[in-house]
C-alpha cells in the first residue's frame, strides 16, 4: 500500500510540474508571437508610407506635366 501511495504522490507532482512547464511554454509563445506581430506591424507601415510617397510623387509630377502642357 506504501509504494502505491508514494508512485500516485509522484505522479501527482510529476503532473503539476508538466502543466507548470505547459504554462510557461504558453506564455512565451504568446509573447514571442505578439512581439513577431509587432515587428510584422512596423513593416506593413513603413512599405504604406513609402507606397504613399511614391504615389504622391508620381501624382506631383503628373500635375506639373499637365500644368506646363497647358501653358
Do not use: P, Y
Request: net charge neutral; charged share 30%.
Amino acid at each position: 500500500m506504501g509504494r502505491i501511495f508514494v508512485f500516485l504522490l509522484a505522479l501527482g507532482l510529476a503532473a503539476c510540474n508538466t502543466a507548470e512547464g505547459v504554462k510557461k511554454d504558453a506564455e512565451i509563445g504568446v509573447e514571442k508571437t505578439g512581439e513577431a506581430l509587432h515587428k510584422g506591424g512596423e513593416a506593413v507601415g513603413r512599405a504604406v508610407h513609402k507606397g504613399g510617397e511614391a504615389v504622391g510623387e508620381a501624382l506631383k509630377k503628373s500635375g506639373e506635366a499637365v500644368q506646363r502642357a497647358v501653358e
